[in-house]
Nanobody
């Protein structure tokens, strides 16, 4: 499945953005979807994930209470709402899909088979 991430941009600290991850030519039904991010000089890190059913979500501690992951009812798009953005949130954000993940691999990038191209989030202080 080919993923397309969008919605990044430049925002002031405290502001909000909504990122979107869509599949090209098919729905995201039956895929667990996660967002990762990577900033220069740092390793890629897990941000948030949502199960294929949409019933389960998981967040990195650093974004809990500020970011929300969701999927639309048509299973076409997964969103990541970014609120109360901080300069430390600036990164390239990637969405990823996996038919199957476990509790121990939810936040592991190697568990995901398909990746989008990334969308840049810049936060000015």
């Amino acid at each position: 499945v080919q993923l397309q991430a969008s919605g990044g941009g430049l925002v002031q600290a405290g502001g909000s953005l909504r990122l979107a991850c869509a599949a090209s030519g098919r729905t995201l039904r039956s895929y667990n979807i996660a967002w990762f991010r990577q900033s220069p000089g740092k390793e890629r890190e897990f941000v948030a994930g949502i199960s294929w059913s949409g019933e389960n979500t998981i967040y990195a501690d650093s974004v809990k209470g500020r970011f929300t992951i969701s999927r639309d009812s048509a299973w076409n798009t997964v969103y990541l709402q970014l609120n109360s953005l901080e300069p430390e949130d600036a990164a390239v954000y990637y969405c990823a899909a996996a038919p199957r993940v476990t509790l121990s691999t939810w936040n592991r990038d190697y568990a995901y088979d398909y990746w989008g191209q990334g969308t840049q989030v810049t936060v000015s202080s």
